[in-house]
């Protein structure tokens, strides 16, 4: 099992930045890749950014440039550092964790909300 704390939402102005976090305890040597989705208020969830063990990365088109994705392994953290945030990046942020080596991810955060205001 893993489990997955999410901080770091909150309320921002458009052009402001915001760092979210990750925290992730249990089984954690097992986890293959995080990512971060998010879903906005009457649409589907969609995938945002994700980071491999290795430390590969990979980004939705809609925030490449925009925003960046780490981890620090020795804190089991993983990070979601937004930038030049729009209106339309208000959503609520999801963590996920894959321990499935690839096929899907299997644990998700509570998430936390973020506010884009124009």
């Known amino acids: 099992q893993v489990q997955l704390v999410e901080s770091g939402g909150g309320l921002v102005q458009a052009g402001g930045s915001l760092r979210l976090s990750c925290v992730a305890s249990g089984r954690t040597f097992s986890i293959y890749r995080m990512g971060w989705f998010r879903q906005a208020p009457g649409k589907e969830r969609e995938f945002v950014a994700a980071?491999?063990?290795?430390?590969?990365?990979y980004y939705a088109e809609s925030v490449k440039g925009r925003f960046t994705i780490s981890r620090d392994n020795a804190k089991n953290t993983a990070y979601l550092q937004m930038n030049s945030l729009k209106p339309e990046d208000t959503a609520v942020y999801y963590c996920?964790?894959?321990?499935?080596?690839?096929?899907?991810?299997?644990?998700w955060g509570q998430g936390t909300q973020v506010t884009v205001s124009s």
């Open positions: 996920a964790a894959d321990t499935t080596n690839g096929r899907r991810y299997d644990y």
């Open positions: 980071i491999w063990s290795g430390g590969s990365t």
